[in-house]
């Protein structure tokens, strides 16, 4: 059985990411992105969205066992479907991201990543597992996904009453201690509950 990770996208239009898009800024990031080579979209995303996407995008990286052939982290990225965070950007096209907002009512969001989710699902096999590395209780991508992986889609338990920041924390010591969370199927699941205790600082 195979197991694959999509990572929500991060927020494209917050102060971080407008720090990181300025012309004027003489950061390195900033610099490599508005060069010829540009960035991986998962550096930029890291940047912008901070812990959450730096925990998301280590721990799918620890723990993905996917099928040959198959990439075994997939960014939501709007506009462009679903990416490998690995993708190289530079700062015309995260502005280009940035311009499409991340709504399923939105044929330019809606449409490319409903065709990469529906060829990812044809690749995968019946036992395979796509997890997804997001909020469940928001319709901005769950029912687009729910509905082309149905059962196989399935989401880390102890993410139910979490922020950002606390699932980001709690990813970021599940990947370093190697101890994978448990998860279950979106279908069906209690997406809203109580919030859980604080987690220990990062050191």
Known sequence: MARIFLLSPAHSGG?????????????PLAERL???????????????????????????????????????????APSWGLARPERPVRRDDLLALARVPVDLADERYRAPLERDAAALAAALGERDEVVLLGSIATAKYVDLLLA????????????????????????????REGAELDYLPVQGARRRGARPPRLPRLR
């Open 15 to 27: 102060v971080r990411a407008q720090l990181l898009l300025r012309e004027q800024a003489a950061f």
């Open 148 to 175: 082309i992986f149905g059962e196989r889609l399935l989401f880390p338990t102890a993410f139910v009453g979490r922020g950002d920041l606390s699932r980001g924390g709690l990813l970021l010591r599940a990947a």
């Open 34 to 76: 508005r060069g010829d080579e540009g960035v991986q979209l998962g550096e930029a995303f890291q940047f912008t969205s901070g812990l959450y996407f730096r925990g998301k995008w280590r721990y799918a990286r620890t723990f993905a066992a996917p099928p040959a052939g198959v990439p075994g982290v997939l960014v939501i």
